[in-house]
């Protein structure tokens, strides 16, 4: 899947875009604050329907203008669509799939790194568990549906153990969320059967490779078995009356951690700042990995101020690795780039300056 053409019209302080890509790896330099995120965040918008900052639909569009817009023309293995979004104030942002109204999520397969997904590694539990909701619900939608059924199940029956309602009552919502919880839990250890493998071979072949990384699902007041077998009527019984004391559901797949360890120590206190940006960069070439094997389509990548915190070797090895994969895109202020000249017959260097993009010297 390759993204061909790309317009943008008053999205954030990006001037007027009407841009075509050649080449799979597409470098945006810039120095501070000239809109290369900006521009990654649009093409993130167009994949995944929203912002990666979890911003307003509102905001992207540029001070003082009335609308935004955005158009892409995707190859999807010669096969060509656009895809289109326009958003104004106080109403819904609207979606085209080849000039029909569509849905956002669809069409796209992208995953993004921004600086923030260092949460993922030394956020708290709940950053885990979101990113890997989020990541199964991207390919499987109706994980997606699950979780926000899960959530309203799990509001409701919170409401009641603090209203003191009626047990029967509150029995009901248990079944109902220990049903929707299993599915829940049991679509997290699918995916992560799959992932974590990649995510070890990804951290070691970014250079990280003299540690023991493993990665495990852990649950939270029930027990899992090695066949899988989620004991979670039990986990409920023994915390009923704690709970009825405490007035809020205390197990389940919202209180579950993935955790991550380098030989036996927690990641998330242990690693250095390295070593976690090698792995967060592990974690979603892998998410990447999973996409391509499961929908058979090579993903679009984009990773926003990439090379910070790692040294020029580690630098190098992420650039190698990413030139094998599908098209990327990558934003830097590191300026008049030796390895993007070096190999300026595959990667197109883009000046981002003011909103402006220019091309780069790298491609003269
Ligand atoms: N809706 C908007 N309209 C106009 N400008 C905006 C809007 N939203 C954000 N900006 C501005 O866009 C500018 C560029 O932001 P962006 O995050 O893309 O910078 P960047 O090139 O990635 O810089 P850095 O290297 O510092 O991360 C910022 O100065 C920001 O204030």
Redesign the pocket.
Known sequence: MLIQELKCINW??LEKLNLSFSNHLVILQ????????????AIYFLSRGRSFRRAKDQ?????GESYSYLGAKIDENGNYFWKEVSIQPGQKKEWKLNGHPGSGKKGIWLVGYFPNDHEIVEGPPQSRREYIDEAIGFIYSAHAALVSQYEGLLSRRNYLLREHANEDLIETYTEKLIHVGKKIIQGRLEYLRLYTPLVKEFYARLGINNQMLSLRYQPFGYHLNKEGIIHLEKGFEKVKEEEREREITIIGPHRDEIVFEKNGKEFRTFGSQGEKKSLTLSVKLAEMSVIQLIKKSKVIMVF??VFSELDQHHQDLLLEEILNQGQVFI?T?RENDEWARKRRNRVTVLN?EK?KILMGKGNE
């Not at 810039?30 to 965040?41: F, R, V």
């Not at 905001?59 to 001070?63: A, K």
């Open positions: 954030r302080n810039g120095k501070n604050a000239q809109g290369k995120t900006n521009l990654l965040e905001e992207m569009i540029t001070w926003d101020d934003s202020t981002v909103g």
